[in-house]
């Protein structure tokens, strides 16, 4: 049978071309454990969840998202996604401001002074660098660089992969900063969003989505931003 290009047309039109001779239905071998739509959070009508000052709804390039303003907002969750967990992947879709305080913590899982992890920031003038902590038993360790330093005032992704003998964390799906660090599962207490779980050091910017994974993540499992 001649094929005319009418006919062509109509074939692509019900089956498109998944590009790169790929499965487009290919599962993904992530094993989700947590995510935070950060919005979703701020709506909850939840007595797990407690807001500290005034949050904001603001849109991003991605959806809703939530604004701090660095001085008195944050979400506290009566959660502790990391329990038990041997190794996992931290991740968090945000975009820092102009005019805040030096130090800020962002995400904060764990006891106050034990065995924790936080995402932070250190900014200074129009520029941020990342910190990446962890506290487990005897270990504790920041990884931070003042050489890396990156735009304020720009969405971006960050990661800290945590396994049983590393750290290692990742802005925008590039690696930056890896080190050995003896890691033993946090059991115990709850997560901040915003500032520090103490209530010191707060975030001023932007928060989409946040995703915790119990496994060590490569970047192409990241989220997509």
């Not at 390039?61 to 939530?66: E, I, L, M």
């Amino acid at each position: 049978m001649k094929i005319t290009p009418i006919l062509l047309v109509l074939f692509f039109m019900y089956f498109p071309f998944s590009g790169n001779g790929q499965n487009s239905e290919k599962k993904s071998t992530v094993k989700f454990h947590t995510e935070w739509l950060v919005a979703d959070l701020l709506q909850q009508n939840s007595k797990q969840i407690k807001i500290l000052g005034q949050p904001k709804l603001v849109d991003s390039p991605y959806g809703k998202a939530v604004s701090f303003n660095g001085s008195s907002d944050a979400l506290i969750l009566q959660e502790m996604p990391l329990k038990s967990m041997k190794e996992f992947t931290v991740e968090m879709i945000f975009c820092p401001d102009i005019n805040a305080s030096f130090e800020q913590r962002i995400l904060h899982i764990g006891e106050v002074l034990g065995n924790r992890m936080l995402l932070e920031i250190r900014a200074v003038t129009d520029i941020w660098y990342f910190d990446g902590f962890a506290a487990s038993g005897n270990d504790k360790k920041a990884l931070i660089n003042e050489q890396l330093t990156h735009q304020l005032g720009q969405w971006y992704h960050v990661a800290l992969v945590v396994r049983p003998n590393s750290l290692t964390t990742f802005v925008n799906g590039k690696k930056e900063l890896s080190e050995s660090f003896s890691y033993q599962p946090i059991e115990t207490g709850n997560c901040s969003i915003g500032v520090r779980l103490n209530k010191r050091s707060w975030f001023k910017g932007m928060i989409y989505k946040i995703r915790i994974v119990p496994q060590q993540l490569n970047p192409d499992d990241f989220m997509i931003y």
